[in-house]
């Protein structure tokens, strides 16, 4: 037979012996599309001699679209969506208009990004996948949730919010990922990943409890499936057997800044090599179908007998082949090509007119950066970008004269692991976030990505440190709540000598909430075996990276921030000194009043206490470098020598302030006159925006600190005015 894409009416000959269809898609032709058609070849289908199971064996290969778009730099002509407002206003569109949409819809993405920065690629390999789900489906009725939420910027524009694209991810404007309190067709809020079947689940049999007929997407792509909750929610879908469309975005990228150095990352695990070879079953789907409708006519008492009939249908038609996502009960239907309209509305046509098809799982396959030439090409994709020239997709990056936190870790930890071989580093499908490429660079037998999974990367880490190794677990500060039970059980209280490097910590800016690091202090500073510790600059941090090292007899960890560093003078080969544990410094010397400062938070301190100084108030600054265990001899000497203790850091109220407060009070050294403050982050939420106003919204610039100060010692208002408060 000859190998052919796959379409709705026909096949077009390719090349070789194969084809590709979907249980779905109609074959009542064999017409060859017309030569004026915008033609895709991302899907290829090998052959599999198999004509009496009907199955397909199926490779994937990249394509190109045939049709040129143009990015001239200047605001693209938008005919067809100047006339979306929402999606209802798509509901007459034919598929040469919808076709039209989807380009000018690509062309509107890579303009309005191109303006402000934000996830390119993401956005431009689901242009189609949108278009098609909201020409098909009834938002905000149907629920569509996009799984992390990068891809989700061609959904805010046909759903309301194109006249704010310009403001995505900066202060008061949209944010960069679905949320559900800024428009109704958000229908869950995301930014960490694999969460979208679980909360499509419930949505689905809530939906049933509540008698309601509306439809239920979740879109998730091949990355996030590496997530355990992924499967767990699969499994439960299967059980439960409620109406739920899940699509699965198969890009063979994991959506995160996870480029190597030497080029982009695919998503690490089995689930990645078995999405080029899974199989579609049309006699499977009919026979299950079946035997699902006689199982409702002969009532409750037949469960048994069905289970007995389902496995039975799998052993005849299914075999070893069948596809693994029909093995947790969900119908498979794919793999499709996710850049082809015509196939993308067909079947989800076809599934929307099912009154029962319980859990539905349908594969597209796409390409991230898709009909942007330059995304194309770039070893990231243009995944996360800053503002940058259209035409060549030169991004236009400001030169700093200092290197992120993140690189100084990275630098720091090769320069650790070259000294000794039983470092080894592990990271979440992170190695461009964590800078951990760097070090994947240098030892790749000694970096392992474990996927979209920190609770696997804690414990693999606990395994890897009770043979000897000694491990450094780099994951956001965010990120590694999900792991956090792992963290306690596995970890401390077993005792074993993991490094946890928490990258994100505090306030991170544009990418808002979801990825604020502002609990890791409370949650880590809580457990009894752990060493905690925060530097206040770029070469602190080095020292803690070797502190961590040394360490060899209990967990440990250690915060830092987005952005760059301070400009200090660096250790020899970035090579870190280990720190006394538990020792805090003094940085500078006042007589009335005291700043700790726990973390980066320190600069603010120091600038704070330089506005103070104007005014003719001494103020001693302190880094106190570790929560746990606190220096308790530094804590002693600031309160019994200052009228004014002010505690500061980056972080969420039960941390660092926290610590010390129990600390001051069994001591009884609240029992006088010291006058004591925590400044800590609000117990609220802050909105993305630019880091440097959310440290305003926060109350902890060095504006605040100073007049946090002057309130407590009855400062006048032209003391105010002198620091500009």
């Known amino acids: 037979m000859a190998l052919c894409g796959a379409l709705r009416g026909g096949f077009v000959p390719v090349a070789q012996n194969g084809y590709i269809s979907s249980s779905l898609l109609s074959s009542s032709a064999n017409t060859i599309m017309p030569s004026n058609k915008r033609k895709f070849t991302g899907i290829v289908a090998v052959a599999k001699d198999n004509a009496s199971n009907e199955q397909e064996d199926l490779a994937i290969v990249n394509g190109t679209a045939s049709v040129s778009l143009k990015y001239s730099g ?421 005792k074993i000598p993991v490094r946890f490097a928490m990258d994100r910590a505090g306030l991170v800016g544009a990418d808002g909430p979801t990825h604020c690091g502002a609990f890791d202090t409370a949650f880590m500073a809580c457990l009894p075996n752990m060493v905690v510790m925060a530097p206040s600059d770029e070469a602190e941090l080095m020292h803690m990276v070797a502190t961590a090292a040394a360490i060899d007899d209990r967990p440990s960890c250690f915060r830092y921030p987005r952005g760059n560093g301070i400009g200090t003078l660096l250790p020899p080969n970035s090579k870190g000194t280990p720190l006394e544990v538990g020792r805090g410094r003094v940085i500078k010397e006042g007589s009335r009043v005291a700043l700790l400062g726990y973390g980066t938070i320190v600069q603010s301190c120091l600038a704070a206490s330089e506005l103070l100084q104007t005014i003719g108030i001494s103020v001693t600054v302190a880094d106190a470098r570790f929560c746990k265990p606190l220096d308790g001899n530094l804590i002693k000497k600031l309160a019994n020598e200052h009228d004014v203790l002010i505690t500061v850091e980056e972080a969420s109220i039960g941390g660092f302030s926290s610590h010390v407060s129990h600390f001051l009070a069994l001591n009884g050294l609240l029992d006088g006159n010291l006058k004591w403050r925590a400044m800590t982050l609000p117990d609220r939420y802050i909105d993305h925006g630019a880091q440097s106003d959310q440290i305003e919204e926060a109350g902890l610039s060095p504006k605040h600190i100073a007049a946090t100060v002057l309130s407590l010692i009855g400062g006048s208002k032209e003391m105010l005015h002198a620091v500009n408060v």
Request: proline content about 4%; aromatic content about 6%; hydrophobic content about 40%.
């Open 74 to 494: 200047e605001k693209p002509k938008t005919p067809i969506l100047d006339t979306i407002n929402y999606p209802i206003h798509m509901k007459n569109l034919c598929l040469e208009e919808l076709v039209h949409l989807a380009d000018e819809l690509r062309e509107e993405i890579v303009y309005t990004v191109s303006k402000t920065g934000g996830h390119l690629s993401s956005s431009l390999g689901v242009v189609e996948l949108t278009v098609s789900l909201h020409h098909v489906f009834n938002t905000p009725d149907d629920k569509i949730i996009w799984d992390v939420g990068h891809q989700a910027y061609p959904h805010k524009i046909l759903t309301g919010r194109r006249s704010r694209m310009r403001t995505i991810r900066q202060t008061c404007g949209l944010a960069g990922f679905p949320k559900r309190d800024e428009s109704v067709h958000d229908a869950f809020g995301a930014g960490h990943s694999s969460t979208s079947i679980s909360a499509g689940l419930g949505m689905a049999v809530g939906r049933d409890l509540l008698g309601k007929n509306n439809h239920v997407v979740a879109v998730i792509g091949d990355g996030a499936m590496t997530a355990g909750q992924a499967y767990e929610a699969m499994n439960n879908a299967g059980y439960l057997d409620s109406n739920l469309i899940i699509v699965l975005n198969d890009n063979r990228q994991v959506s995160l800044p996870t480029a190597t150095l030497d080029g982009p990352a695919p998503p690490v695990g089995a689930l990645s090599r078995s999405l080029t070879r899974l199989q579609t079953s049309r006699k499977f789907r009919e026979l299950r179908e079946a035997a699902k409708g006689v199982t409702k006519h002969l009532g409750d008492k037949t469960h048994e007998l069905a289970t007995k009939m389902d496995t039975a249908i799998k052993g005849m038609v299914g075999g070893q082949g069948a596809s693994m996502f029909e093995e947790l009960g969900l119908y498979y239907v794919g793999p499709i090509d996710g850049h082809n309209l015509e196939d993308l509305v067909h079947v989800f046509d076809k599934i929307k007119a099912m009154p029962a098809p319980g859990p539905v799982l349908v594969h597209i396959v796409t390409e991230k950066g898709k009909g942007y030439p330059p995304a194309e090409v770039a070893a990231d994709k243009m995944h996360g970008v800053v503002k940058f020239d259209t035409q060549t997709g030169k991004q236009v990056k400001t030169k700093t004269k200092t290197l992120s936190y993140t690189q100084y870790f990275a630098d720091s930890l090769v320069a650790e692991a070259k000294e000794d071989e039983k470092i080894v580093a592990i990271h979440a499908a992170m190695g461009g976030g964590t800078g951990l490429n760097t070090f994947q660079k240098v030892f790749p037998a000694r970096c392992f990505d474990v996927g979209i999974a920190e609770q696997h990367a804690v414990t693999f880490a606990a395994g890897l440190a009770t043979e000897g190794l000694k491990p450094f677990c780099a994951i956001y500060s965010s990120f590694l709540q999900r792991g956090y039970d792992q963290v306690v059980h596995d970890v401390d209280l077993q």
